[in-house]
């Protein structure tokens, strides 16, 4: 059966690549002692080839531009090719065309090494069978695109954001698709022959597979006794997550929906220091049946990573250990507000109670479940601890004592595994 190849442009279509190339073309102006080049000048560098860029963009006679080349790959070869970031909805678009049965390659004007180690280091190198790259030789879109055809297939398209990609693709006899939401505008795009325009990554998978359906997105939860560090590992976990591709979105328990938030009053208000622990188990669960349909299964239906501060986990470990409900009491409360809706991955910031209570209290007023005993945040303590021994394999369990930088990559790199992990069982 003859198959649909789509083959993509990598800068400025799959990754938004500006922050690596522009400092290698400062550190290459610098080093051949020409003038740091102006911003509108580096908004232009992104898509022709780079002689071509020294020559024409900082005025450099060939020779100068060859020399500035390998300075430029000297710097981008080690740390450019990584100050980079995958595009919002890219990351859905290859799962969701490789699902359709289109099959895949790239068509760059970078080198081959560079090109494949930021496709690995992002985890989207196993969408691409075929990759086309430029060298010292040949760098001409025409001529790449055509060294990696198919025989006779039924369709083949060029998506790109420059019109480098969209004349390419018409001197090869290919189907053209810019891409808007890269470097190129829609009026060069459109000047250069596109005959499609695409202004979201989405949009782009929708034209070039009609059937495609939307991938689900991911479920992370975060845990930990209060000052453990969750609010702001949360903000450098989403920060990494943006920059592989991930779309996240926060959430939080209780709390998350409208109907959440006035229940979370109730539960931590100290106005309510007479509430029995039954009741604050039910309330719990009563936000989370809530928070469950009304936001974390549409997220997960719409290809987002819905990243939660507390979920089910806080309950066992506050009310089945803190309240001595008890674990499996406190599961089968929460069974039908869940049902099947559980993360891919808890992330647990380990931090003996005492340190926590004492962080904690120096941050704010303490809440009705913080001015418990001592006692109390142990016995919760002890229940995290026995819930990780009973299911380890959900975990990521970090020392939250350490450095906060370490701690935010030694989680990055655990959630990034598990997350593409996930994408490769599809």
């Known amino acids: 059966m003859r198959e649909k190849w789509v083959f993509f442009d990598l800068d400025g279509t799959l990754t938004q690549s500006e922050e690596g190339i522009w400092n290698c073309a400062r550190y290459a102006a610098e080093k ?15 898509g022709p080839p780079l002689i071509w860029s020294f020559q ?49 390659g790239i068509v760059t004007g970078k080198p081959e090494q560079p090109t494949r180690d930021i496709l690995a280091y992002f985890g989207i190198l196993r969408y691409f069978e075929r990759i086309a790259c430029a060298t010292d030789a040949k760098a001409e879109k025409e001529h790449l695109i055509r060294s990696v055809m198919p025989e006779e297939p039924a369709e083949v398209w060029m998506v790109g954001d420059r019109r480098f990609d969209m004349e390419g693709g018409a001197a090869a006899g290919v189907h053209t698709l810019g891409a808007a939401w890269g470097y190129g505008s829609e009026e060069e795009l459109r000047t250069a022959g596109a005959e499609r325009i695409a202004f979201s990554a989405w949009e782009a998978a929708k034209i070039l597979c009609p059937d495609a359906e939307m991938p689900k997105g991911a479920f992370l939860s975060m845990e930990g006794l209060d000052g453990s560090g969750k609010s702001t590992q949360m903000e450098k976990l989403t920060g990494t997550l943006e920059r592989f591709g991930f779309e996240v979105e926060h959430s939080r328990e209780p709390g998350g929906t409208p109907i959440g938030e006035k229940i979370r009053e109730l539960l931590l208000s100290r106005d309510n220091m007479e509430m029995t622990d ?7 669960a009563a936000a989370r049946a809530q928070h469950v349909r009304e936001r974390i299964r549409p997220a997960l239906a719409a290809g987002k990573v819905l990243l939660c501060d507390r979920f089910l986990d806080s309950s066992v470990a506050y009310q089945g250990g803190g309240r001595r409900l008890g674990v499996d009491q406190v599961l089968a ?57 009973r299911h380890p394999e959900r975990y990521v369990v970090v020392d939250a004592r350490g450095d906060r930088e370490e701690i935010a990559k030694t989680i990055a790199a655990a959630v990034l595994e598990k997350l593409m992990a996930a994408e490769e069982k599809e």
């Open 278 to 284: 039954v009741t604050e188990a039910l309330l719990y």
């Open 333 to 389: 409360l929460n069974a039908l507000a869940v049902e099947d809706t559980l993360p891919l991955a808890v992330v647990y910031l380990d931090l003996d109670h005492r340190t926590s209570l004492r962080r904690r209290s120096e941050a704010s007023e303490l809440d009705r479940l913080e001015m418990e005993k001592e006692s109390f945040h142990a016995r919760v303590e002890e229940g995290y601890h026995a819930l990780i021994a």
């Open 32 to 46: 051949m002692g020409f003038p740091q080049p102006a911003e509108e000048t580096l908004k232009k560098w992104i």
């Open 56 to 104: 024409h963009l900082m005025g450099m006679t060939e020779a100068q531009a060859w020399q500035a080349q390998e300075y430029y790959r000297e710097r981008y070869t080690t740390v450019g090719k990584y100050e980079n970031r995958v595009y919002p909805g890219v990351r859905r678009m290859l799962r969701a065309l490789k699902r359709g049965g289109v099959r895949m």
